[in-house]
T-cell receptor, first 114, second 113 residues
Framework: GQNIDQPTEMTATEGAIVQINCTYQ??????LFWYQQHAGEAPTFLSY????GLEEKGRFSSFLSRSKGYSYLLLKELQMKDSASYLC???????????????FGGGTRVLVKP | GAGVSQSPSNKVTEKGKDVELRCDPI?????LYWYRQRLGQGLEFLIY????????KSGLPSDRFSAERTGESVSTLTIQRTQQEDSAVYLC???????????FGPGTRLTVL
């Protein structure tokens, strides 16, 4: 089966750093996505990790440990516009397989306060 | 270029009625996915189309749900005899192939009274 856990909600201050953890237990794993979703809008892609380690993209970084079934998304220099839900999603199939249906966690709602 | 579009953006229906939701993927994208998102929850996979292959229907919650796709273009998700628990946002996504990043549409918010 598939089990993906992430905290329900986090609050942080503008300018600060927040780390959103995601743990997964899936029957087969290829890679892990992070998506950002503002209220009432579609999810938008943030990052994709296949190999262990840290991927940095500007203010956002994502880390993966395949052996531990663990990932985190790090948001630095928080801005008010970063208030959104952050969705962790796993692809259970191999990257060359014909199909990468995503299995999502419940999402973490991040509230950035002034 | 245009992103994924979905229609209608909102649909209110009475319990027991059938509804049809439409998705227009990004042109050239061979893979198309439907997901459901209940209020305050993550996305649940429903169905996946890849080219001319048989669709992966493993996420459809009951036989009241069905979907079709014409070639590599428009897809429709049909829910028959709607129930109140079907109320959710239905999101469509497409990707260049089945191994690429998925781009999501704005969703259709379905409310079953």
């Amino acid at each position: 089966g598939q089990n993906i856990d992430q905290p329900t909600e986090m609050t942080a201050t503008e300018g600060a750093i927040v780390q959103i953890n995601c743990t997964y237990q899936t029957s087969g794993f290829n890679g892990l996505f992070w998506y950002q979703q503002h209220a009432g809008e579609a999810p938008t892609f943030l990052s994709y990790n296949v190999l262990d380690g840290l991927e940095e993209k500007g203010r956002f970084s994502s880390f993966l440990s395949r052996s531990k079934g663990y990932s985190y998304l790090l948001l630095k220099e928080l801005q008010m516009k970063d208030s959104a839900s952050y969705l962790c999603a796993v692809t259970p199939e191999g990257i060359k397989a014909a199909g990468n249906k995503l299995t999502f966690g419940g999402g973490t709602r991040v509230l950035v306060k002034p | 270029g245009a992103g994924v579009s979905q229609s209608p953006s909102n649909k209110v229906t009475e319990k027991g009625k059938d509804v049809e939701l439409r998705c227009d993927p990004i042109s050239g994208h061979t893979a198309l996915y439907w997901y459901r998102q209940r209020l305050g929850q993550g996305l649940e996979f429903l169905i996946y189309f890849q080219g001319n292959s048989a669709p992966d229907k493993s996420g459809l919650p009951s036989d009241r749900f069905s979907a079709e796709r014409t070639g590599e273009s428009v897809s429709t998700l049909t829910i028959q005899r709607t129930q109140q628990e079907d109320s959710a946002v239905y999101l469509c996504a497409s990707s260049l192939t089945g191994a690429n990043e998925q781009f999501f549409g704005p969703g259709t918010r379905l409310t079953v009274l």
